[in-house]
Nanobody
Framework: QLVESGGGSVQAGGSLRLSCAVS????????MAWFRQAPGKEREGVAG???????GYADSVKGRFTISKDNANNMVWLQMNSLKPEDTGMYYC?????????????????WGQGTQVTVS
């Protein structure tokens, strides 16, 4: 099970930190990721984290977003800085990596309910 929190409304240039509480077999997967979906658009990968600590980011968020994981507490975070209006959307935590590009929705088995981020 994946439960996101931390979304909200911020002004451009502001920051938010999203949290994902993970339970069950999901956390024992090797990778975790964050996705987002804006109204009328497809879900897109934002950031991925591999078991060895390597990270990957969509070009649109590189240098502004950071994905991290706390193994002791089964948490995954997404620190978002210098937010822009185009970052607005529902943000989802993903687990249960199946293979392929970890920024592709088809690579993931489990999804949270999402948390809304609005940047104005």
């Amino acid at each position: 099970q994946l439960v996101e929190s931390g979304g909200g409304s911020v002004q451009a240039g502001g920051s938010l930190r999203l949290s994902c509480a993970v339970s069950g077999d999901t956390y024992r997967a090797t990778c975790m990721a964050w996705f987002r979906q804006a109204p009328g658009k497809e879900r897109e990968g934002v950031a991925g984290l591999e078991n060895d600590g390597r990270t990957g980011y969509a070009d649109s968020v590189k240098g502004r977003f950071t994905i991290s994981k706390d193994n002791a507490n089964n948490m995954v975070w997404l620190q978002m800085n210098s937010l822009k209006p185009e970052d607005t959307g529902m943000y989802y935590c993903a687990g249960g990596y199946k293979g392929g590009s970890y920024l592709a929705p088809s690579a993931w088995t489990y999804w949270g309910q999402g948390t809304q981020v609005t940047v104005s």
